[in-house]
């Protein structure tokens, strides 16, 4: 059974969107890129073509969480290393798609009330985002940065050896399936997904090597 949650995580929940927003505009208005070097809140905004006072009051928020710091002599605002590796299209551990995909969902997730409320699927809900452009493989790409960590822990579990066949529900990204058929050469391996992202897995597929036995269904769970 999952803790109870304490007023103060409950309030955490609520008033959390704040520091997202800050953090997904950030992102989506270039500004990591610019603070991988100290940088002055005038330099910043005039790059980004924002109110200067504004830029400044941005820069401190988000060097009150963390994301970015002040140099010693508190005049240059730049990355955190944790920013540098994961908000930069250099870092290390670059999440910048899954980011980007945050952002565009973000006036979807406050109709949740009229989803709740309809017993057909919405325009905005995920199986039918085939119309916005490049969503899907935005979609798959962010799935496949943020499962990225999980991979060899997946690998090292000790159930694949004595394994013949495995089933991947939901995996159009296949970062788990293509790692696995190649580190288990003899496992047959079948993903299940919505037949919108058939292309992007088969595109992994066809860096695998030619005997590999990996196939892609598509279905609308739980429908089919």
Sequence with gaps: MSAAATTDEIYGFIAQHRIS???????NEGLFE?????????EISERLNWVPRKCEVLLNALCSIGVLIRTAEGKLFENSQAA??????????????FAELQF???NAWIKAGE?????????????????DDGYIELFQEAMAQSCADNLAY?????????TSRVLDLGGGHSSHACALARAYSHLE?????LPSVAEVAKAQFRNLPQ????NFQGCILPHD
């Excluded at 540098?84 to 798609?97: F, H, R």
């Excluded at 005997?211 to 990996?214: E, P, Q």
């Design 21 to 27: 927003s800050l953090v997904l505009v950030a992102h």
């Design 34 to 42: 610019l603070t991988k070097r100290p940088s002055s809140a005038l």
């Design 84 to 97: 540098n590796d994961v908000l930069c299209k250099e870092g290390a551990s670059y999440i910048g798609t």
């Design 104 to 106: 565009r969902q973000w």
């Design 115 to 131: 989803v709740l409320k309809s017993s057909v699927d919405l325009p905005h809900q995920q199986n039918l985002v085939e119309g």
């Design 154 to 162: 997946i690998l090292a579990l000790g159930v694949w050896p004595d």
């Design 189 to 193: 391996i079948d993903v299940w997904d």
């Design 211 to 214: 005997d590999t036995r990996i």
